[in-house]
């Protein structure tokens, strides 16, 4: 396994150890760390932000500093060594694709045996006197502690949840008080997450908007004019979905009824089509209302499936049973779609 490079930007030295060269990072973040962060939360290069798998020096660390385990997608390498700020450390980071700790717990790349490769590979032995690493909480779904310990000598010790607690928990000698260990799900903690949902739901609803100008288009006799109208209630329609689906969801989430994700979607969804209805209904007839009638079934299925997709943002799930939901979930939303399109394709046929 090939050291990580000193040329990445956020290294601002070397320093020598037993085991060779080691990078040196501050836990003073750069404007264009915060610029990074910021474009990632719109989905901007979100799986190119990452650092090289390796061992990092905080700070001035010496034989007897603690060792933190970190993932190799930068927000969370960012987020931890921000944590530290003024401390000295070791950070020995793992290759988990740009992944985030937690779910890349769950797939297997933060895992027993890239955790045993890296302490191995990085010669960690030489490097400190003592044989603990300290891991994320949210990690623990893909380590075997105890496989660790046995395999490397090194143990395994659990820090928080928020790397914002890690100073406390260090300073009580590795113990955490009960609050550290609860993930919370506040408003401000699900709406940072909208940006990306809303961007990539934007990307392809222009792309279906892009197939159905051309389809209007040219059902429509080559009336631009037309093409344009059935444009403007497929845009009202998709962007209502889409908001009631990836922000207005999110936003409301522990509130709306139901405990499936594609349920309580299905109220934000229904709000969503009663004020497409309000927007544009005046009493038509005919193709008119055939169009408006097919976009109200399509906008419960963008806000159901959307707020489906939030589940790998949530705190509460398990993917037997997002699994489980998407058996039934799916097939009904697949039929509310064809129902929609029956509806619009129609339209155009009627008088």
Known sequence: MSPPRIDQPFVIGVMDTKAGQVPRVSSILTFKDTLGAAKVRFGIRRMRYTVDPGLYAMGNPGHDDPIFVSANYKLSFDRLRESLQGRNGWILVLDTKGINVWCAAGKGTFGTDELLNRISSNNLEKIVNHRTLILPQLAGPGVAAFEVKKRSGFKVVYGPVLASDL??????GFEAIPAMRIKSFTISERLVLVPIEVLGAVKIDIIVLIALFVISFTLSGGSFASALHYLYNATLALLLGTLAGAFVTPLLLPWLPGRSFSMKGLLPGISGAAVFLLLLWHGQTGKQAFEIYAW?????????????NFTGCSTFTSLSGVNKEMRWAVPFQISGAVCGLALWFSSFFIH
């Not at 100073?167 to 009580?172: I, K, R, S, V």
């Open 296 to 308: 109200l079934p399509l906008i419960l299925v963008v806000s159901t499936y959307l707020a489906m």
């Open 167 to 172: 100073p406390a928990f260090l300073d009580a």
